[in-house]
């Protein structure tokens, strides 16, 4: 089968000639919605390519940011995942520390994936080199050990729906405590926290990145054009 330019995949996930009907609404809803949506993916080390992939597949444009004079003319921005302790240091040498904390600080949608989460949590366990101090979320960095470096787990995540969401875990953090501000969205089986969202900032301990199923991404968008 020939792909059309326009045969853009379902938030949903699945393959193609899968739920051809949901890939065309939201193929119309995303033209409806996102028209001008440009989603900024910090891109100084970690996995940015696949994130902006995701969101250019739902119909919005995804630049890479790099400087201070990328982060004109967003209309949110992607942390990915990584090594934070290296992130860190390069949004400091690339002056971009001091704007994304004022930007996270004044309300600016921003989504943390994995290292991400990491870097918008104001508190951190000892190994952590606090970034952006955003969000009222305690995070611990590698809570799963060495024993259990990656793994995958289906979450139940209301604000997704049905099905259960399928995430990968890559040396993930967890959140250890959430201020009141803050929304838990996606739990692990034992009730710990892996998933929230504190007013327009997003934390996900996993990576939806690198899976088919495009429903965080679906989710992040939405969310933004729902606070324009
Ligand atoms: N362990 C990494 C850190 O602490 C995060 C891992 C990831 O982003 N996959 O920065």
């Avoid at 942390?79 to 004022?102: C, F, H, Q, W, Y």
């Avoid at 949608?109 to 990491?118: K, R």
Wanted: hydrophobic fraction near 45%; charged fraction near 20%.
């Amino acid at each position: 089968m020939t792909k059309s330019p326009l045969s853009l995949p379902s938030p949903h996930g699945g393959g193609e000639g899968q739920g051809e009907g949901r890939t065309h609404w939201s193929l119309v809803i995303c033209h409806w919605s996102f028209t001008v949506a440009t989603i900024g993916v910090l891109a100084l080390q970690g996995d940015f390519r696949e994130h902006r992939e995701v969101i250019e597949r739902l119909g919005a444009a995804a630049p890479e940011v790099r400087l201070p004079k990328d982060l004109e003319g967003l209309n949110g921005l992607i942390i990915p995942g990584g090594e934070s302790t290296a992130i860190v240091r390069l949004m400091r040498t690339s002056n971009l520390l001091d704007p994304l904390r004022k930007m996270a600080a004044d309300g600016f949608p921003m989504w943390g994936t994995c290292a991400g989460m990491i870097l918008l949590a104001k508190r951190l366990d000892a190994s952590g080199v606090p970034a952006l101090e955003a969000m009222d979320i305690g995070v611990r960095r590698n809570a799963f050990g060495r024993q259990v470096d990656s793994f995958e787990a289906d979450l139940h995540v209301s604000a997704l729906g049905d099905p259960p969401y399928r995430a990968v875990f890559i040396r993930a953090p967890i959140i250890e405590d959430v201020g009141p501000a803050v929304e838990v969205l996606a739990r692990l089986a034992d009730g710990t926290p892996v998933a929230a969202r504190q007013g327009r900032l997003l934390a996900t301990a996993f990576h939806p990145e690198l899976t088919p199923d495009h429903r965080f991404h679906w989710f992040f968008l939405q969310e933004i054009a729902r606070q324009a």
